[in-house]
Nanobody, 115 residues
Framework: VQLQASGGGLVQAGGSLRLSCAAS????????MGWYRQAPGKQRELLAL???????TYADSVKGRFTISRDSAQNTLYLQMNSLKPEDTAVYYC??????????WGQGTLVTVSS
């Protein structure tokens, strides 16, 4: 599985961004997809997961502000981010878990939220 994240950039606090993650390769083997982020000096943080049955789960830090979705026809994962805060500044990564339990990661896209 290959993942290509895009959509990061600079946005003012209170603004919105939508991240995309294009998947290719063994798409049929994907069981879970998710978004993570890593801020400077901090550990990587799980933000949201979406399962093959379309169920979703969110970290408390983004619940109500971020929405994860997946367009299976276009093999693309999205993260709609609203009401952005300066503390949301980080490199955002998409990931996929296949049936064997192996994880695959995209290259990351930088989101900077100015105050």
């Amino acid at each position: 599985v290959q993942l290509q994240a895009s959509g990061g950039g600079l946005v003012q606090a209170g603004g919105s961004l939508r991240l995309s993650c294009a998947a290719s390769g063994n798409i049929a083997g994907i069981r879970i997809m998710g978004w993570y982020r890593q801020a400077p000096g901090k550990q990587r943080e799980l933000l949201a997961l979406i399962f093959n049955n379309h169920e979703t789960t969110y970290a408390d830090s983004v619940k109500g502000r971020f929405t994860i979705s997946r367009d299976s026809a276009q093999n693309t994962l999205y993260l709609q981010m609203n009401s952005l805060k300066p503390e949301d500044t980080a490199v955002y990564y998409c990931a996929a878990t296949i049936g064997t339990g192996d994880d695959y990661w995209g290259q990351g896209t930088l989101v900077t939220v100015s105050s």
